[in-house]
């Protein structure tokens, strides 16, 4: 298995590869990063799949903000204009909007004009077949062998979040990157030693679309890679305990991705408790307006007195200067002080192979 972590600034853009139990290989795309994540880099890993004539097999978008969904509507735009194959075989997103048959029919005659979080309900209405919800209803998903446990989100939040669309109205482009981030998290916290931070302290993130990002375990020959999106801590933790983890009993995994590009509204002490993993991936550049990732978060992970004394990992999908000034103020001696080392990608993704 391997697992493709792709620069989409302050979003997130990943592929899942594997060789499947039909000796295949098989491709899962995890959200699409912005507009010129995809003109930049999905574009040209797509063609890739092409021409070696594989398929997307499935492709999540864990929920309709800009910096998750901007490149899969490039990627249909594309597609409409005849200039390239659709070559995703099942997709797996939560309309922000039930679509009855008559709202199908409406959809259908609507021009192009419509507003872009949209597009996606649209394209996948006319051209595949009908899905169910994915929430934590569903206990899993195999495909070729990839067993996919969902976490997030419950359906009563997308009982919600259509509640909050039933009229047809979508933030514009502008709102959609608002809403994705609470005011809190806009100041920089980096001046801030490790030792500094009230690790117990918790302010939950408080946006429903966030709130609706679907996370999920993915599992495929022993290895786990878990997948947060910009889900809330206090849902999936509640979904891993109904699952059986508890502190006594963590999770075991290879990989997690950090919620909300290590947001402190989305990743709490008690989250790491159940966790035994030493890789932490943050899918974030340090250049964007909202100052993440937030170094809270490291100091939740790092000073969690339930962490395991093997050695972290944090892997950075950027290497800019902002995000190597994070652990400055700690001294020189702050890795070994912690039991951490810090990888930063200078590639257009970062890669695993499990």
Not at 149 to 176: A, C, G, Q
């Amino acid at each position: 298995m391997e697992l493709y972590c792709y620069q989409a600034e302050c979003g997130d853009a990943i592929r899942i590869s594997f060789v499947g139990n039909d000796k295949k290989r098989h491709n899962i795309f995890l959200d699409s990063g912005y507009k010129r994540t995809y003109n930049k880099i999905l574009k040209e890993e797509i063609n890739t799949l092409i021409k070696r004539e594989e398929k997307i097999d499935l492709w999540i978008l864990s929920h309709i903000h800009n910096d998750h969904i901007g490149g899969v509507i490039e990627y249909i735009k594309a597609i409409n204009n005849g200039e390239l194959d659709d070559i995703t075989k099942e997709w797996f997103y939560n309309l922000p909007q039930e679509i009855s048959k008559k709202r199908q029919n409406d959809i259908i005659s609507l021009p192009m004009s419509i507003a872009q979080s949209d597009i996606i309900s649209e394209y996948l209405t006319q051209n595949k077949d009908g899905q169910n919800d994915i929430t934590t209803d569903i206990n899993t998903y195999n495909i070729y062998g990839m067993k996919i446990s969902i976490l997030s989100p419950t359906p009563l939040v997308i009982e919600d979040l259509r509640n909050k669309y039933r009229k047809n109205i979508f933030p514009k482009k502008n709102e959609v990157d608002e809403v994705s981030f609470p005011i809190s998290v806009f100041s920089n916290d980096y001046n801030k030693k490790l030792e500094e931070f009230n690790i117990e302290e918790y302010n939950e993130d408080n946006s429903l679309e966030n709130k609706s990002s679907i996370a999920a375990l993915f599992e495929f020959q022993n290895k786990k890679i878990l997948w947060l999106a910009d889900s809330h801590s206090s849902i999936v933790l509640n979904s891993l305990k109904q699952k059986g983890y508890s502190i006594k009993n963590p999770l075991i995994c290879d990989y997690v991705i950090l919620s909300h590009h290590a947001s402190k509204g989305n990743n709490n002490i008690e989250f790491f408790s159940v966790l035994k993993c030493f890789n932490y991936i943050i899918s974030s550049s340090g250049n964007n307006k909202y100052n993440l990732p937030n170094k809270e978060v490291f100091a939740r992970l790092l000073r969690n007195t339930n962490r395991e004394k093997k050695k972290y990992s944090l892997y950075f999908t950027y290497a800019d200067d902002i995000l190597k000034n994070i652990f400055q103020v700690d001294g020189t001696d702050c890795e070994e002080k912690w039991n951490f080392r810090v990888v930063y990608s200078q590639e257009k993704y970062i890669y695993f192979q499990l």
